[in-house]
């Protein structure tokens, strides 16, 4: 009876990796490695999974951890790890160099290979809604780097939003400005995995106001799902004494227009028609606040390396930014 069952447990598992491996020589770039969730290949996948992690997270020519290590580092015995590695070396995901006492070391590393492992079929990125031209040329500029893998765009109003959604799993990355993501980066809830500079997220904020020079600012509209308006309308106005009311950002013409509100700060996006609703913009003095406030980020959820170890090894910051500057100068069409 011991005999025929060992020879089932060894086919089922060779079958298993055999799938891994004709699933990806046959849809290249395509990131669904479905695998049987059964007893017999469980510990054997997770090893695969938590190598192939291991081996993104290395640079070429590092020496590697021992098979004891590695087998203490991700609970599973030795064999499973030797196993493992064999079936990494033999599929040509890794090479090694072994040099005796000194240990083995990376070879080699092809990481679009190993990636197929970690069982990521699309991500989700959320961001604000596309209605100015830097955010549909982030957008597009984030697309056109994920090529080999779906990503898909959710929009949602207020960046407080948008980060509980990135916190609570529903989403895998999620793009705000600097200054909105401050306290969660405190809590080390979230972090940043690209940073984009001054001016990628929005141009520069301002105070819009009816053009009457002489007009007392008594009430001064603020939308309360952003969290930069609300620290920046607080540090404009902290030696003033203001009604804050809480609006909808998109109705503030309406309600400058009407005197609900006297003021209000905001980004000028790609609006240049003030004077025709007879209302002024005043930009704000440049310090590191409104800098932070200017500069888009990119997150992921605390500690969720596999989406980390996949956004740098696609995306290029330099590439994004071009990109975004030639949809703003409507020198291309956006695609997201």
């Not at 990355?173 to 997220?201: F, N, R, T």
Request: glycine share 6%; hydrophobic share 40%.
């Amino acid at each position: 009876m011991g005999t025929p069952f060992c020879f089932l447990v060894h086919f089922v598992n060779r079958v298993i990796f055999f799938c891994v491996i004709a699933r990806y020589n046959l849809q290249k770039n395509e990131y669904c490695c479905e695998m049987i969730d059964t007893d017999f290949i469980k510990k054997d996948y997770i090893a695969l999974i938590q190598l192939a992690q291991y081996f993104l997270s290395l640079e070429q020519g590092q020496r590697i951890a021992t098979i004891s290590g590695l087998s203490a580092q991700f609970g599973v015995s030795v064999g499973v790890i030797q196993k493992a590695l064999k079936t990494l070396e033999s599929n040509r995901f890794i090479n090694l160099e072994r040099k005796g006492c000194q240990g083995s070391y990376l070879k080699q590393i092809y990481p679009h290979q190993l990636v197929t492992l970690l069982n990521i079929s699309s991500l989700v990125c959320v961001m604000p809604l596309p209605y100015t031209k830097l955010y549909e040329g982030l957008a597009s500029g984030l697309k056109s780097q994920f090529e080999n893998i779906p990503l898909y765009f959710a929009h949602m109003r207020g960046a407080e939003a948008r980060l509980a959604c990135l916190y609570n799993g529903i989403y895998d990355l999620a793009v705000s400005s600097h200054l909105a993501c401050e306290h969660w980066l405190e809590q080390d809830k979230l972090e940043i995995v690209m940073q984009l500079g001054a001016g990628s997220y929005v141009q520069e904020h301002g105070l819009i106001c009816r053009d009457q020079p002489n007009e007392k600012l008594k009430k001064i509209g603020v939308d309360i799902r952003s969290p930069d308006q609300l620290k920046l309308t607080e540090w404009y106005f902290a030696e003033q004494a203001v009604e804050i009311v809480p609006i909808m950002y998109n109705n503030s013409f309406s309600l400058l227009k009407n005197h609900t509100i006297d003021g209000v700060i905001w980004n000028i996006g790609d609006r240049n028609d003030f004077k025709q609703h007879h209302l002024t913009f005043k930009p704000l003095k440049h310090n590191a606040l409104f800098q932070r406030a200017t500069e888009a980020v990119i997150l992921i959820k605390k500690g969720n390396e596999k989406i980390k170890q996949l956004f740098h090894l696609y995306a290029d910051r330099e590439m994004i930014l071009q990109h975004q500057q030639l949809v703003f100068n409507e020198k291309i069409e956006p695609s997201y």
